[in-house]
């Protein structure tokens, strides 16, 4: 059975931070991308795979694999960072049944309707109403961007966001 040592939302999924920074900080020794767009993207799919370094297990799935595989055994053995690059995605698991007790959102990027709460992360409306839904359901939930940031609480997140 996997430890999920980290649940990360990142809309970059794969990238420098993630591969140099918190693998080595929670210890994972496999990465779980969910993305249907991602896993329906052999091309895509194969250049990601390609990006871990040595000694990191890279598995893509989609969302509805992702849900069988957790089911089946929390993703497999090892420490288990899971990637995910939306709230929505995160929530589409969660109500599925992959019961995360902590989220860590690294990276939403901009667009229309979109607000900077904290860094490089926007949120919109929708977001918001996730991120509610699963902070009420439990969740703890930080804005953290590297490691040596100071972890920003959900809260203050969404106080900023309704300002």
Not at 13 to 21: P, R
Not at 55 to 79: M, P, R
Not at 99 to 122: C, D, H, M, W, Y
Request: charged share 20%; net charge negative; with cysteine.
């Amino acid at each position: 059975m996997g430890n999920l040592v980290l649940t990360r939302i990142d809309s970059r999924l794969i990238h420098g931070q993630v591969m140099t920074k918190w693998v080595n900080q929670v210890q994972a020794n496999k990465i779980i991308v969910v993305s249907d767009e991602l896993a329906n993207d052999e091309f895509m799919r194969s250049i990601y795979l390609m990006s871990a370094p040595a000694g990191i297990e890279v598995v893509c799935l989609t969302e509805a694999q992702a849900v069988e595989e957790y089911q089946k055994d929390v993703f497999g053995n090892g420490n288990v960072l899971l990637l995910l690059p939306s709230l929505a995605a995160l929530k589409n698991i969660y109500d599925a049944g992959v019961k995360v007790t902590s989220a860590q959102v690294g990276g939403l990027g901009g667009g229309p309707e979109r607000k900077v709460v904290f860094q490089n992360i926007t949120l919109d409306d929708a977001d918001a109403e996730i991120l509610e839904h699963l902070a009420g359901d439990g969740v703890d939930i930080i804005f953290q961007t590297i490691p040596e940031d100071a972890p920003q609480k959900v809260d203050s997140i969404l106080k900023k966001y309704r300002a």
